[in-house]
């Protein structure tokens, strides 16, 4: 069995299909497994540098999120999932470049390789 790993700390989309329950379910229809893992989602402020293209704003603000307790233990969880099974993560952004996707591989799984679906 394979996995989505939604790190968005907002898991809902305008975008038919890519909420957190609709997702869900049509992964699981798929025999895809769904874990949502909210702590390792961009804060608000973070977001809004994002998508102003602050990038380094975005990545400090980033950088605290990971050092709370809450997304420590995330991180963990994170690297005994993508250890598991092959795994997928998910969130709004879908260029590696500027997404904290990127941040997170690097704290939090600097040991396995990845592949960016869409590089």
């Not at 400090?60 to 307790?69: D, K, N, T, V």
């Not at 590696?96 to 990845?114: F, Q, T, W, Y």
Request: with cysteine; hydrophobic share 40%.
């Amino acid at each position: 069995m394979r996995q989505v790993i939604d790190v968005r700390a907002l898991p809902l989309s305008r975008r038919p299909g890519f909420s957190k329950t609709p997702l869900r379910l049509a992964l699981e229809e798929e025999g895809i497994g769904y874990v949502h893992l909210r702590a390792l989602g961009t804060p608000p402020d973070g977001r809004e540098a994002a998508r102003k293209g602050r990038t380094a704003e975005m990545e400090r603000i980033y950088a605290g999120q990971l050092a709370l307790p809450e997304a420590m233990a995330a991180s963990a969880q994170l690297g005994e999932l993508v250890r598991e099974k092959p795994s997928a993560l998910l969130c709004f952004e879908r260029e590696p470049k500027g997404c904290h996707r990127s941040m997170l591989i690097r704290e939090a799984l600097p040991d396995l390789e990845v592949e960016h679906l869409f590089p």
